[in-house]
T-cell receptor, first 111, second 115 residues
Framework: DSGVTQTPKHLITATGQRVTLRCSPR?????VYWYQQSLDQGLQFLIQ???????AKGNILERFSAQQFPDLHSELNLSSLELGDSALYFC??????????FGPGTRLTVL | AQSVSQHNHHVILSEAASLELGCNYS??????LFWYVQYPGQHLQLLLK??????LVKGIKGFEAEFIKSKFSFNLRKPSVQWSDTAEYFC?????????????FGSGTQLTVLP
């Protein structure tokens, strides 16, 4: 157990819908990262927050957005969902800018 | 942009065999290197990391990796694998840019250890 929690574990929804994935970092970790893992794209970095501020953006679609709240938990919002958005979404956290520890992931299935 | 290459997509070994998984990265500056493991149905777990110092790093579960700067490589090794090592292994690199610290992952190597 890495200490990073993610909810929900599984999410099944329809195309065009909007979902919110939640991540609670390890106690004291200021940085939160979101990654997408799919069969065709592999593991790809989406976005990083550090102490509430966006620090880096990767291959994140415009339909996706994220935020980090004052209590340091983070949410990833996915809207206008398409079949190709089906994937595992991982959150990771790190103390300052050090080693990243991954959560169990949310498996999103878009039907 | 930086990239990470893992040339072995699937490796099949018998128990007690030695393991070496290749990892090469493309970036000429300072990098931090990692190996993560993902057991079936589980999340990514850190095996080992290299930030600086001794280029031979030891991780958990008997794994080690050697950073060879001249070859841009960070290969993972284990002298004797076990059935429980069956998993997917990911090499990753961080190129720090201010406070941006995203991991760039390789495509992964699926290791199957036969009992």
């Amino acid at each position: 157990d890495s200490g990073v929690t993610q909810t929900p574990k599984h999410l099944i929804t329809a195309t065009g819908q909007r979902v919110t994935l939640r991540c609670s970092p390890r106690s004291g970790d200021l940085s939160v990262y979101w990654y997408q893992q799919s069969l065709d794209q592999g593991l790809q970095f989406l976005i990083q927050y550090y102490n509430g501020e966006e620090r880096a953006k990767g291959n994140i679609l415009e339909r996706f957005s994220a935020q980090q709240f004052p209590d340091l938990h983070s949410e990833l919002n996915l809207s206008s969902l398409e079949l190709g958005d089906s994937a595992l979404y991982f959150c990771a956290s790190s103390p300052r800018l050090d080693t990243q520890y991954f959560g169990p992931g949310t498996r999103l299935t878009v039907l | 942009a930086q990239s990470v290459s893992q040339h072995n997509h699937h490796v099949i070994l018998s128990e007690a065999a030695s393991l070496e998984l290749g990892c090469n990265y493309s970036y000429g500056g300072t990098v931090n290197l990692f190996w993560y493991v993902q057991y079936p149905g589980q999340h990514l777990q850190l095996l080992l990391k290299y930030f600086s110092g001794d280029p031979l790093v030891k991780g958990i579960k008997g794994f080690e990796a050697e950073f060879i700067k001249s070859k841009f490589s960070f290969n993972l090794r284990k002298p004797s694998v076990q059935w429980s090592d069956t998993a997917e292994y990911f090499c990753a690199v961080i190129i720090s840019s201010g406070s941006a610290r995203q991991l760039t992952f390789g495509s992964g190597t699926q290791l199957t250890v036969l009992p």
